[in-house]
């Protein structure tokens, strides 16, 4: 009797650039299933479990109330303080966490990585995935805490989604180059927290940034608009807008051009993020 092994055809890819984006979508349950194991580790052996993920954002709002509302008084165009960082926090903390965990994704992985074949952007994007359980938790907390603070309930609500999507984008750009670096320069490690440390202040999550552009604007109108232009180069300031628009009202609606702008840039850095991706790929699994 003749035993067949089925067998697996490894052909080399056609083209200066080939992403192979199909064979994620062939992969699409093992996508999943990392993404519920990255769930499931997160909150492993921890005695408060899915609570971090209202403890943290519910805290940190705490932490600004008290030294940038109460004692700096920053200035929050009318509407109360906590809900408007409440609201800017959820975007920046889920890109945080997906950066976090998916730029040390690859190497965390070792194990599979050597054993069996897969599209190895699976495991980045798994990890940004798995975040948005805790987004969903915390957004939640936000509804909940809205009529508390007098904040009525708007048809705006329903464009969340997008804002998500809209944060979701350059944390999955730079976890695509992060993880794909961290494979070689075990230095990543050690650049993704001083980012996300010194991020949460470069973006404003703790105050309103276009009271400063009416103040620059009343001195150099065309100051102002270089400034705002730069500013929007931090792909988290739209997001963080659409958020408090959605929450807040049409007078904290985002700056539209740069919102725009920052989603072309995150798109430009993720393909070639993609490009550098599979080009060292074939080598993980000897490196890591």
């Known amino acids: ?36 194991r990255d769930i499931l580790v997160r909150y492993k052996q921890t005695y408060l479990g899915v609570a971090w993920a209202v403890l943290q954002p519910v805290l940190t709002m705490a932490v600004f109330a008290v030294v ?5 008084n920053l200035d929050a165009w009318g509407a109360p303080y906590a809900l408007l960082v409440f609201a800017g926090l959820l975007p920046w903390q889920f890109f945080a966490n997906a950066l976090s965990e998916s730029s040390n994704s690859l190497v965390a992985s ?3 990585l050597s054993k069996v074949y897969f599209p190895r952007l699976i495991i980045p994007i798994s990890s940004v995935l798995s975040g948005i359980v805790d987004l969903v938790i ?9 009529p508390f603070y007098g904040a009525p309930f708007r048809p705006h609500l329903l464009l969340l989604p997008l804002f998500f999507l809209a944060a979701a984008l350059p944390a999955f750009a730079a976890g695509v180059w992060f993880s794909a670096l961290n494979v070689k320069y075990r230095d990543v490690r050690y650049i993704v927290p001083f980012i996300t440390r010194i991020g949460i202040y470069a973006t404003p999550v703790g105050f309103l940034w276009q ?3 009416e103040a620059k604007a009343a001195e150099s109108p065309a100051l102002a608009a270089q400034f705002q232009w730069l500013l929007h180069i931090n792909p988290l300031v739209g997001p963080i807008d659409g958020f408090r628009w959605c929450v807040l009202g049409d007078r904290f609606a985002p700056w ?9 840039l995150m ?20 490196i890591v």
């Open 110 to 112: 070792a194990r599979i």
């Open 211 to 213: 009271p400063l552009i």
């Open 256 to 264: 539209w051009p740069g919102f725009w702008m920052s989603i072309g």
């Open 68 to 72: 940038f509302g109460r004692l700096a």
């Open 138 to 146: 915390a957004t939640a907390v936000l509804l909940v805490i809205m």
């Open 1 to 36: 009797m003749s035993h067949h092994r089925a067998e697996r055809i490894l052909r080399p890819s056609r083209g200066l650039i080939s992403l192979k984006l199909g064979e994620l979508w062939r992969f699409r349950e093992l996508l999943g299933l990392l993404a519920w």
């Open 267 to 286: 798109l430009l850095v993720l393909f070639t993020g993609l490009i550098y991706f599979r080009q060292v790929e074939k080598n993980f699994a000897d």
